[in-house]
């Protein structure tokens, strides 16, 4: 079977990509695996799987043995998923992850799923109720300095991404809202394109054989501007 289409959702938590990765996943191509980038740490310590079983035991996860981005992909293969969902975001320890699959050769449908700040920062103070009963006044301020130095990093790391991937959407949590059918339709049918350019590629990969570019652009140096 061919390398799975991975669609990559970037951006900050707490912006609904459970639910959009959810929502991908009802078409039965699509396997909505979350934040991949914890897979790892859910195989040392045998973690539940959001099927209910843990990760030695889930139909999926029970091929996987290191979590790395080649060995998560081969339990993607053989439960025989030909798109797959990562939700890791682009979070600091996960930022370059998008980077990784291209480097090991997966195609990347790179969504940026950006929620304005206030809602963020909404959702987190109604996450951290107890605290705030508690009275847990400084962990609540120290929350929302994080948040917000994460959210500016996240969505710059996200935007980054945009000069590298040419397969890229970015989605508004309001588009989601307003119409989630529409944003899993854009989404699919860019991976579904993505699955069917193969041999374009492997052309464009081809053409580069015949060219041996060392510091230089031909044209400019012929131009005399070099
Ligand atoms: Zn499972």
Redesign the pocket.
């Known amino acids: 079977m061919k390398k799975p289409v991975v669609i990559y959702i970037a951006g900050y938590g707490r912006s609904g990509s459970s639910a959009l990765s959810r929502a991908l996943a009802q078409d039965e191509t699509v396997l909505s695996a979350g934040e991949l980038g914890r897979l790892p740490n859910f195989i040392r310590n045998d973690h539940?799987?959001?099927?209910?079983?843990p990760?030695s035991?889930?139909?999926?996860?029970r091929n996987a043995r290191t979590g790395t981005i080649n060995d998560t992909m081969e339990a993607v293969i053989h439960a025989n998923f030909p798109i797959v969902v990562d939700s890791s975001k682009t979070a600091y320890f996960d930022f370059h992850r998008p980077l990784l699959y291209r480097m090991n050769g997966y195609r990347v449908i790179m969504v940026h799923l950006k929620r304005p700040l206030s809602g963020v920062l909404n959702s987190i103070s109604k996450g951290t109720n107890k605290d705030l009963e508690a009275g847990i006044k400084r962990r609540r301020a120290l929350n929302r300095t994080r948040a917000v130095l994460g959210y500016s990093f996240a969505h710059g790391a996200a935007v980054a991404n945009r000069l590298i991937f040419r397969d890229f959407i970015r989605v508004e949590h309001t588009d989601m809202t307003q119409d989630l059918s529409k944003v899993v339709h854009s989404i699919l049918s860019l991976a579904e394109n993505a699955a069917t350019r193969e041999p374009q590629d492997q052309i464009l990969n081809r053409s580069t054989h015949g060219m041996h570019e060392i510091a230089g652009n031909r044209l400019l140096r012929d131009d005399g501007r070099v």
Request: with cysteine; charged share 15%.
């Open positions: 539940p799987c959001a099927c209910g079983k990760v035991e889930c139909f999926v996860w």
